[in-house]
Structures are given as structure tokens and as C-alpha cells.
């Protein structure tokens, strides 16, 4: 945790922090400069973001894609982000390469090239990426409210900037900004991971100790003045579903009230036993999902609720939001919910620490807020907060005349009555409601919560082996200890499911698991979601193409009653017609969303254009048509049939002893009866189609989103492990598509390929996100790398870099419990066994050029190829 931390600020005055964890063979160099949106100057809105893409991009020793390509080949996974107040690079490389990643971003960092041509050309990519966010409903939305809310605070400006102010973007501007910012005493370096602090702190005096010091002289945004009148703005868009985002100014995370706040967000929206999903999601079916959340700088914050729903219910839906607010007053929080939100806001401290990354970026975070040990204070403020003082915050910062609302509807809504007429008919509306509420209540005095309980020492290796036991009357259990924090993952997995479903009942998998949690024997859904958030966790249901079921990730502590839930979750459904109902009314509008969604879709259009009427190529959330015709005796029906007990899998990995998990799980599970039915399509194959084949959908949008692949190879065939060489030698920064596509030629922002293996199939395929007048660009780039990789393998070095990363990329997949679990539970269902996971670098050190030249000849039939394109026609 935040034991054995070395911190040293060297000569220079760059902040080192590094910390020891052996559980795995990976460390994380995340590199922290303290300056983002915030800092810039209005002509220059979007600068920090374009530098980060920048940073890349080449050095005297490394030209452009050379970067990239030795952290791949180091099998390092490269990434970078840019935030309102600061921006962070960051490495996570097998832990025996880390001098290498310093080595890396060291040089990166103090020798930028800012390559004119290549500014120019990296310039297009931004401006793709800005784009894609138009096209996200949601992001686009968010930043709309912000602009609205503020007038001053240069939170309300877009904050990757505008095309125009992009091309404008200078040289001498460019290399300024850095010069200004970029130095040590802005920059804090973090080095987590399995390795040797004195041999670290050696290296990075060695390669960072040269770098020039210099004063950093912030440029700070104006200050906001405090809001005296409510804001409306209503935006017309190409959406199936309204958003509803209602915000409020509220503290900094340097201001006591902060935590405060944070309370009264997870209060309010976090979970299926928040207060706001409870009545207008569960009670009175206003909405199709709604949350709230909280962000703040340290010098701004801002609270949100938001909802998507039918155009219909927009006026209900901001009348019930206040009428949330106000009876905190009213219904002050419980001791019961105060004790949820603390159990949680301790699981997700633990959550968060369990891969290196997470740990590197809460180590910068809290030491550029004056110490990384601030991160155990702030839990314990967080934990310490009282009903009182979140019935303060509410009263404080969110009153009417401090709201700032915004509606983004479908065109077909059109924007309706006077903005000034809609706020005081809602102010009026909200003023009945409240008056009918009752008295206010004074807040119950909550408990004083315990202190957090940190695990002390240096962690010791996770093992890479899992026991398979079986369990009395059929099934499995997989059990892993991985002990160093007190967390625990229970996954409960079967057979088949999706494999199973027609076009005419599509979606029922998902449809029953959701089912299932909204009501047993012993429990309402409310208690349900209430008992298992009191925990600090939920219950996730999954419904993949061969594979479904339930997973948990809780505190060990709780590990039991976490197991009682589950169980009673399982085997004693009631599936009651009234829950069906919203279940329904959710599910259609998950199938709508998925439309609006321009990666999501068309990779789902592929899958129709690639498997056709097979059940992989059925969307997993199922057509409006099946999801309508589910009946509750249809639902049980599909539960007696494919719940195949004895088949069942159940995975426990984390701070678990055996024998507890070998006991936990024979009392709860000890299932008997007649055997199992074999599902109906485990010997349904898949049939290859001919010809190239498309699903094209046209919308009102800035890109085109491009999915072109082919039939793949299942789990089971040795090809697979080829292919995933191949997937990673073409995408991925410093992959060969991604080099053409966008180092190159700047056609795009997103570019990657997917290898899925399944139980009766594969598919591979590749996505670009690109302007709709690069499409033709981009899909005749597509067709000539795939059918030059398919006549001529990579070279040696190119195998060797993919082979590296592809093992790396494995091994920073496996850092969490529910992430192990899952990869234990998928290989020992889908057939391959245990050993695909454990074994999984000896499968990928057997790949040689020509095996991956052979598997694309096999795959890449570039005559027979599916595509999925929705394709953008902005007005």
C-alpha cells in the first residue's frame, strides 16, 4: 500500500517516488507534469493535449514510431493523458525491462524533437479525436453543461480546443509552453512495481538528474463569481434516447466541503441502492439509467445528476431531481447508508491499488495535493463525514438558483417553450412538490467510523498456478490466494447461454441474469442491491458469446455474506412480472444506446455481416423484437435450461485461504438433481458465408466508424496464439496499420484489431475511426496492409516485438482478481484449460514468422470479408 515508498527530490528539483510490489513481475514509470487545460491562454485552448500527443513523436537518438516500437518490443503497453489540471505519461513494462522504460521515457521527455512536418501532420489526428468526441453523446453533452455553467473559469472552454485554434497551433508556441511547464520542479516521477528502489533511484539520478531546473510560473484561469440564477439550454442532436444533465459549482478538493460533496454524490447516484436510481429508475419508471457524480480540481469542482430517458418524461424526470435534493432535508441519510457508503468508499480505495498503474498515478495524484500519504487522510475524512454536514452541502451549493440544466434530445423533440418560461414553470412546479414532503428531520449522529486497516510490508509474488477442486454433485472451483490486499473475487460462470439463443428469443441470457437480481425467495430487488452495496460492491451479471455469469469483488472480510447474497441470487429467483417490466424498458433502451455508440455498433453490424443467423452474430443485448416478446414463463424456461448446475464453475481469487474458500463455496453449492440438458447449439457450427458482405448505417455524425475482418479461429486451435502475434504486430502504438493509418498518414485517431477467439469460431478484424471523407482512403489502406501481411511475413525483429508485447500485454491484463478470474474461468469452460493462461507465454515464444504468415493466408480471404460501417454525414 503506501508502506516502503521512497520519496527523493533531486538537485534539479524533480519529485521521485518509488515503491516495491512483488506480486507481479510488471512495473509502472508514470511520468506527472502539473500543468493541463487550466494553464492555457485562450489562443492557445487545446495546447497541453496536442504536446502529450507530441511527446511520442520523436527524439534525436529515436525517430517518429521508434518510441513506440521499443516499449513494444520490451513488451510495454504505452499510453499518456491529459486532464484539466495536469497530464500524465505512462509505461507498464515486465519489471526486468524498467531501466529500459527509463530509458525511454527519460529521453522522451528531455529531448523532444516538435518535428515540424511532423507537428503538422499530428495536428490531423487531434483534430480526428476531437471529432469522435462530438460524436459521443455523453462527453459532448458534459462539456456543453460545463460551458453553460461557467462564465470565467477556463473549465467551460472545449478542452481539446476547437479545429480552427488546433491548425493555428505554432512551433515557437509549442515549444514555449514546454519550455515553461515542462520542468522538474513540475514533474513528479513514479516507478511502482517489482523492482529495486536503490537501483531505480540509481538510474533515474543518472537520467533525470541532468535535466535543467528552472522556476515554473503557473497561468491560472479566472475566478468564477458565484452563481445567482438558474441556466437551461437545450441541444438538438442525431440520438435515440434524451440525456438530462443537471450541475452545480461546488468546492475544490482542497476545500473541507469536499468530502462532503463526495458523500452526497455517492448517495445520491452511485449503485442500484442510490437514492435517485431507486425512485426514479426503480419506483417510478421516469427513467432508463441515472447516476450522479463529482469532479474537482483544486481550485473548481462540479457536481452532476444525469439521466437518459424517453423524450416524454423530461419534465417529470427534473422535477423528481429536485424533489431528490430537498427531501435529504426531510429524509436526512441513515446510519445504514451512511455505514454503505463508507464500506465503500474503502473497497474502492483498495480497488484502486490493485495493478501498478493505479498505484503509480494515487501516488502522483495525492503528492501534487502536498503528500502522497494524503491518500489514507483522505479516506479517513471521507469515512468520517456525518449525515449533517451532507444535508449542509446540499442546502449550500445546490439550490435552484445555482442549477445549471441542460437536455440533449433527439431532433424530432425540436426545443420547446421559451427557456425563461420552462425555468419558472419548473421553479413553480418544484415549490407544490416540496410543500407536500412533510417536516425536515434533524440528521441522525452516526457512529464514528474505524480506522482503515492497511496491509504493512512488502507484498510477496502472486503464484501463477490455480487448484481446480471439484465440488459435490458436479462443478468446479478454481482457487488462487493472492493475499497483499483484503480483497476478494467470487465469479460464478456456465457453459453456453448466448450460444444457445435464435433470432427469435436473442437477448434472453442477459435478459434472465438481470432478472434474477430483482427479486428471490428472501429478498425484494432493493434488498438485493442495498445488502450487496453495504458490502461496497455490487453484483455484475455477463452474458458473452460462450459464457455467463456473476462476479463480485469484495472486501475478504465480507467474503461470506458477499457468498450468501450470490447464492440466494442463483438458486432462489422469483423473476417477478412486475420487475420483467422495468427490465424490459431498460433493456430497449441499452439496444437504443448501443445505435448511438460509434464503436460499439459498428463492430455489432460486423458481427451480423460476419456470423449472420448464427448465434454469434446476434447482438448479446438482443433486437427490439425478442427483448419485447420475453414472457416470464419464457424466462424460466431459459433458466431451468441453461442454469446447468453441474457445469457450473466457480472462481475465488484474492486474500482467501483454501480451505475457507473450499468450505464457503460445498455449503452453498452442493447442488444435485437430474442431469443437466446439453445445450441445444454447443454443436451448431459456424458456417463461413461467401463473398464480401456490409451493413451500412448512415448518421448525422463527424466520423465514420469502419469495422472490416473475417472468420477467425476458436480457442482451442493452435492458430489462435499466431493470430494474437499478428493482431499486436498490426495495431497497438507502434503497430503496422497503426504506423500507415495514423503516423503516417493521419487518417485517423483510433486505429486496432481484435483477435476473438470462441468456442465454435473466431473472428478477426480490424477498427478505424476516421472523417467520412477518408473512408474510401482508409478501407483500400486496410485491404493492401492485410494482403501484404497475408503474402509476406513479418520479419524476425517485427515477430520478436510482437511476441514481447503480446506477453507483456497479457501479463498487465492479470493484475486484478476479478481479471485473473475471469481468464482462469473463459480457458477451463471454452475447452483450451487452465494451462492457456498459465502457459500462455510458452504458446506465444512457439510462434515463428512463417506460422504467422500462415495464419493470415488462412484468415485474410480479403474475397470473403464482413464489414461494418456506420457511416457519418454531418449536416
Known amino acids: 500500500m503506501l508502506t516502503g515508498v521512497e520519496k527523493r527530490k533531486l538537485g534539479n528539483g524533480l519529485t521521485v517516488l518509488v515503491k516495491p510490489d512483488r506480486r507481479l513481475p510488471l512495473a509502472c514509470v508514470l511520468t506527472w507534469v ?79 524533437l516538435f518535428d515540424a512536418e511532423e507537428m503538422t501532420r499530428e495536428k490531423e489526428v487531434v483534430i480526428e479525436e476531437l471529432k469522435r468526441k462530438y460524436d459521443n453523446p455523453n462527453p459532448y453533452a458534459w462539456e456543453k453543461l460545463l460551458e453553460m455553467a461557467f462564465e470565467r473559469h477556463r473549465i467551460r472552454r472545449w478542452r481539446m480546443g476547437r479545429e480552427e485554434e488546433i491548425r ?133 469542482g462540479f ?6 430517458l424517453k423524450p416524454e418524461k423530461i419534465a417529470v424526470c427534473e422535477e423528481e431531481l429536485w424533489v431528490e435534493m430537498e427531501r435529504l432535508r426531510r429524509d436526512p441519510p441513515s446510519i445504514e447508508e451512511v455505514s454503505k457508503i463508507r464500506n465503500i468508499i474503502e473497497a474502492n480505495f483498495f480497488s484502486e491499488r490493485e495493478d501498478v498503474m493505479g498505484q503509480a498515478y494515487g501516488l502522483a495524484f495525492f503528492e501534487s495535493l502536498g503528500g502522497y500519504p494524503k491518500a489514507v487522510e483522505y479516506v479517513q475524512k471521507m469515512r468520517a463525514v456525518t449525515p449533517a454536514e ?32 420552462r425555468l419558472e414553470n419548473l421553479r413553480k412546479r418544484v415549490s407544490g412538490l416540496v410543500e407536500k414532503l412533510g417536516p425536515v428531520m434533524k440528521p441522525a449522529s452516526a457512529p464514528k467510523a474505524p480506522e482503515l486497516q492497511l496491509p504493512q510490508g512488502v507484498t510477496e509474488p502472486i503464484g501463477r498456478g490455480i487448484e481446480a477442486i471439484p465440488l459435490d454433485g458436479g462443478g468446479t472451483l478454481l482457487h488462487l490466494r493472492t493475499g497483499a490486499l483484503p480483497l476478494a473475487t467470487i465469479a460464478v460462470y456456465f457453459p453456453g447461454g448466448r450460444l444457445d439463443e435464435t433470432v427469435d428469443n436473442c437477448g434472453i441470457t442477459q435478459f434472465v441474469l438481470r432478472s434474477t437480481l430483482k427479486g428471490t425467495e428472501n429478498r425484494t430487488a432493493d434488498e438485493i442491491a442495498f445488502e450487496m452495496e453495504s458490502l461496497g460492491s455490487s453484483i455484475q451479471v455477463e452474458s458473452t458469446a460462450d459464457l455467463f455469469g456473476y462476479s463480485t469483488n469484495v472486501l475478504s472480510r465480507n467474503l461470506e455474506t458477499a457468498m450468501d447474497l450470490l447464492c440466494d441470487v442463483m438458486l432462489r429467483p422469483t423473476l417477478p412480472e412486475a420487475e420483467i ?115 451500412v448505417e448512415t448518421r448525422d455524425r463527424k466520423q465514420t466508424g469502419v469495422v472490416l475482418g473475417f472468420n477467425g479461429v476458436s480457442l482451442r486451435d493452435d492458430r489462435y496464439f499466431a493470430l494474437e502475434v499478428l493482431r499486436n504486430h498490426l495495431s497497438g502504438m507502434g503497430g503496422s496499420l497503426f504506423h500507415e493509418l495514423r503516423e503516417r498518414r493521419a487518417l485517423a485517431y483510433t486505429v486496432t484489431a481484435f483477435n476473438i477467439g470462441l468456442m465454435r469460431g473466431g473472428a478477426f478484424f480490424t477498427y478505424v475511426g476516421c472523417s467520412p471523407e477518408k473512408e474510401k482512403d482508409v478501407r483500400d489502406l486496410l485491404m493492401f496492409e492485410l494482403e501484404r501481411t497475408k503474402r509476406r511475413a513479418p520479419t524476425a525483429e517485427e515477430v520478436r516485438t510482437a511476441k514481447a508485447y503480446t506477453r507483456g500485454s497479457h501479463a498487465i491484463g492479470l493484475q486484478g482478481n476479478r481479471a485473473i478470474a475471469y481468464a482462469y474461468l473463459q480457458q477451463f469452460i471454452t475447452g483450451r484449460g487452465l494451462q492457456a493462461v498459465t502457459e500462455y507465454d510458452r504458446y506465444i515464444d512457439a510462434v515463428t514468422p512463417e506460422r504467422v504468415r500462415a495464419a493470415a493466408a488462412d484468415v485474410f480471404d480479403l474475397e470473403n470479408c464482413a464489414i461494418g460501417i456506420v457511416r457519418g454525414e454531418a449536416a
Open 303 to 308: 457536481f452532476t445528476m444525469e439521466a437518459e
Open 390 to 421: 451532507v444535508v449542509r452541502v446540499a442546502e449550500q451549493y445546490c439550490a435552484f438558483s445555482m442549477m445549471n440544466l441542460l437536455e440533449y434530445v433527439p431532433k424530432s423533440v425540436g426545443q420547446g417553450a421559451k427557456v425563461d418560461d
Open 581 to 695: 417490466e422495468k427490465e424490459r424498458t431498460s433493456a430497449l433502451a441499452k439496444i437504443q444506446r448501443i445505435r448511438d455508440d460509434m464503436f460499439r455498433y459498428p463492430i455489432e453490424l460486423f458481427y451480423q455481416s460476419l456470423f449472420g443467423l448464427h448465434p454469434y452474430g446476434l447482438p448479446r443485448q438482443g433486437t427490439e423484437a425478442s427483448v419485447r416478446n420475453f414472457s416470464r414463463k419464457q424466462l424460466w424456461e431459459w433458466y431451468s435450461e441453461t442454469f446447468t448446475w453441474k457445469k457450473m464453475v466457480v472462481a475465488i481469487v484474492g486474500d482467501v485461504e483454501r480451505e475457507r474458500a473450499i468450505e464457503l463455496v460445498r455449503r452453498r453449492f452442493s447442488v444435485t438433481g437430474d442431469a443437466d440438458l446439453e445445450p441445444r447449439a454447443q454443436l451448431f457450427p459456424v458456417v463461413p458465408n461467401r463473398g464480401m458482405r456490409e451493413k
Open 168 to 300: 493555428r497551433f505554432s512551433r515557437d508556441a509549442v515549444v514555449e509552453y514546454y519550455n515553461r511547464y515542462y520542468r522538474p520542479a513540475n514533474i513528479t516521477l513514479v516507478v511502482v512495481g517489482d523492482v529495486n528502489q536503490k537501483s531505480v533511484m540509481a538510474e533515474v539520478e543518472r537520467r533525470y538528474g541532468m535535466m535543467p531546473e528552472g522556476n515554473v510560473r503557473h497561468e491560472v484561469s479566472p475566478v468564477e463569481p458565484v452563481q445567482k440564477e438558474p441556466k437551461m439550454s437545450r441541444l438538438l442532436g442525431d440520438l435515440s434516447r434524451v440525456l438530462v444533465k443537471m450541475g452545480f459549482q461546488s468546492p475544490p478538493i482542497t476545500h473541507p466541503d469536499y468530502y462532503a460533496m463526495t458523500f452526497l454524490s455517492t448517495l445520491l447516484g452511485r449503485g442500484r441502492s442510490s437514492r435517485l436510481y431507486r425512485s426514479l429508475r426503480e419506483e417510478k419508471g421516469i427513467v432508463d439509467s441515472i447516476g450522479s457524480s463529482l469532479y474537482a480540481s483544486k481550485d473548481v
Open 34 to 112: 502539473g500543468v493541463g487545460y487550466f494553464n492555457e491562454p485562450d489562443e492557445l485552448t487545446g495546447i497541453s493535449h496536442y504536446i502529450e500527443h507530441l511527446f511520442f513523436k520523436g527524439t534525436p537518438k529515436r525517430g517518429v514510431g521508434i518510441i513506440a516500437q521499443e516499449t513494444k518490443a520490451i513488451g510495454g503497453y504505452l499510453n499518456a493523458s491529459t486532464i484539466y489540471d495536469h497530464t500524465y505519461y505512462f509505461t507498464v513494462v515486465p519489471s526486468g525491462s524498467v531501466n529500459q522504460a527509463l530509458d525511454i521515457q527519460s529521453d522522451a521527455l528531455l529531448n523532444p
